[in-house]
């Protein structure tokens, strides 16, 4: 008879972390789920915001999947001063934008065993495949998070386990190796087939990455804010605010030591209102248009500008003159401008 | 709506916050006792369901009350 054994889940809510949940499940271990809150998650970001485009709020998946198979699940926030730094800093590098795959991995698998050896659990698994992704998913980023992370020997990888050396839980007879999975590379075709195999009806399409830091346009602003710092002589960091505000607006770089964010629709313009503090507040007057702010310390042409480019996407594009307000603590200023019409200009400032 | 033991109001706190709170404060409740829990996520109407599922407590009902949301929950008898 096999041993009783107990194993923590790291879960996101795809399609093979519920697998993977659902493999270890039908061996009788016991499981706790955890999730964890980077603060970069775009689904996250999504609901945040009011939803999606269609007016549909997206689930939270890995709520759902714990749910369907009835898993005990933790949020855990992670999402503080430690994991930033490591983004700033990541020992791996990154991929092909702000994504530090690998250390992140680590960072998270670090705080699982944490979660493991205070809940008494035998081990700790994911729904990684072997091959599927390029940069943290390869054989050898496998075995670094494994090591680097202290889970050495303590890490299943269910989806792939027969292709890896066996783990402490499954020579210790606590899972059976037979009853895992071979599955490498990006194809899902044998998770498809899994998926019936275990009755998982319900997962989140179209699958892929949720995080920002894999975004093309999110990784421009994080190293502007990185390179923008360093240029103004300041550390190069990431603070939880810029988090907030690098997924809401249109930015531009005004100079090192400015940047102008301007709100897209009323939503973003109400979260702009929540990080005036510290900042400079523009609106137009008398025309509609959105709430910007500005950050550091713009010189008088660069306030223009940012005046300018305010007016440029209210309804007062097309009038000679727009009033822009600009506060700024207890300072109120009412700058006369011309929008500005240089479309080149403003692109060329878009980050 | 059996009367709660506790209110939990989490107003402003974002997804999956109000969760996370719900969480802790569920784990001092005594057995059986009913948990009142006040959001403004629209988000908690989904996620209160499953959570309660996935935790086996019990969801009374999510209701909307003007701006926020209303989930009763009851702490599962071990």
Same mark, same amino acid.
């Given at each position: 008879m096999r041993k009783q054994g107990k194993a923590i889940a790291m879960i996101s809510g795809g399609l093979d972390?519920?697998?993977?949940?659902? @493999?270890?499940?039908?061996?009788?271990i016991e499981v706790k789920a955890v999730n964890f809150y980077t603060g970069?998650?775009?689904?996250?970001?999504?609901?945040?915001?009011?939803?999606?485009?269609? *007016?549909?709020?997206?689930?939270?998946?890995?709520?759902?999947?714990?749910? &369907? =198979?009835?898993?005990? %699940?933790?949020?855990?926030?992670?999402?503080?001063?430690?994991?930033?730094?490591?983004?700033?800093?990541?020992?791996? *590098?990154? *991929?092909?934008?702000?994504?530090?795959?690998?250390?992140?991995?680590?960072?998270?698998?670090?705080?699982?065993?944490?979660?493991?050896?205070?809940?008494?659990? &035998?081990?700790?698994?994911?729904?990684?495949? @072997?091959?599927?992704?390029p940069k943290s998913q390869r054989r050898d980023t496998l075995r670094i998070i494994e090591r680097d992370s202290g889970l050495d020997g303590r890490l299943l990888r269910p989806l792939s386990a027969k292709l890896l050396p066996p783990t402490l839980p499954e020579l210790e007879g606590i899972v059976d190796r037979e009853l895992l999975e071979a599955v490498s590379g990006r194809s899902r075709h044998r998770q498809m087939e899994l998926a019936k195999e275990l009755g998982v009806v319900d997962w989140p399409q179209p699958a892929g990455g949720c995080c920002y830091l894999t975004d093309e346009s999110f990784a421009k602003k994080f190293f502007d804010v990185l390179d923008s710092r360093e240029a103004a002589g300041e550390e190069r960091r990431i603070v939880p605010e810029d988090v907030v505000l690098l997924s809401t607006g249109r930015h531009f770089r005004l100079s090192p030591r400015a940047k102008l964010v301007v709100g897209r629709s009323e939503v973003e313009n109400a979260l702009l209102e929540h990080h005036?503090?510290?900042?400079?507040?523009?609106?137009?007057?008398?025309? =509609?248009?959105? %709430?910007?702010?500005?950050? *550091?310390?713009?010189?008088?042409?660069?306030?223009?500008?940012?005046?300018? %480019?305010?007016? +440029?996407?209210?309804?007062?594009?097309?009038?000679?003159?727009?009033?822009?307000?600009?506060?700024?603590?207890?300072?109120?200023?009412?700058?006369?401008?011309?929008?500005? +019409?240089?479309?080149?200009?403003?692109?060329a400032l878009r980050i | 709506m059996p009367a709660p033991v506790r209110t939990l109001d989490t107003s402003g706190r974002l997804c999956p916050f109000p969760i996370v709170e719900t969480a802790k404060a569920v784990r001092v409740l005594d057995e059986g006792a009913v948990l009142l829990v006040i959001s403004t996520d629209a988000g908690i109407a989904t996620d209160m369901p499953m959570w309660c599922k996935a935790t086996r407590n019990e969801h009374l009902g999510t209701f909307r009350d003007g701006a926020s949301w209303k989930s009763f929950v009851r702490k599962r008898a071990r």
């Open positions: 972390s519920t697998l993977a949940l659902a @493999l270890v499940r039908r061996q009788g970069f998650c775009i689904t996250e970001t999504q609901r945040r915001k009011g939803g999606r485009a269609d *007016g549909s709020v997206p689930r939270n998946e890995a709520l759902r999947a714990a749910a &369907d =198979l009835e898993v005990d %699940i933790e949020y855990v926030d992670i999402s503080g001063a430690e994991y930033l730094d490591m983004l700033v800093h990541p020992k791996y *590098g990154y *991929g092909a934008n702000a994504n530090p795959c690998v250390d992140c991995r680590v960072f998270m698998m670090r705080k699982a065993k944490e979660i493991m050896e205070a809940e008494g659990a &035998d081990f700790v698994f994911t729904g990684e495949v @072997l091959g599927q992704r005036v503090p510290g900042r400079a507040r523009l609106e137009a007057k008398d025309v =509609l248009g959105p %709430i910007a702010l500005v950050e *550091g310390e713009p010189t008088w042409e660069e306030r223009m500008l940012a005046a300018r %480019i305010v007016a +440029r996407y209210g309804k007062g594009k097309d009038a000679s003159r727009v009033a822009v307000e600009w506060r700024e603590g207890e300072l109120v200023e009412t700058y006369e401008v011309e929008p500005e +019409r240089d479309e080149a200009r403003v692109e | -």
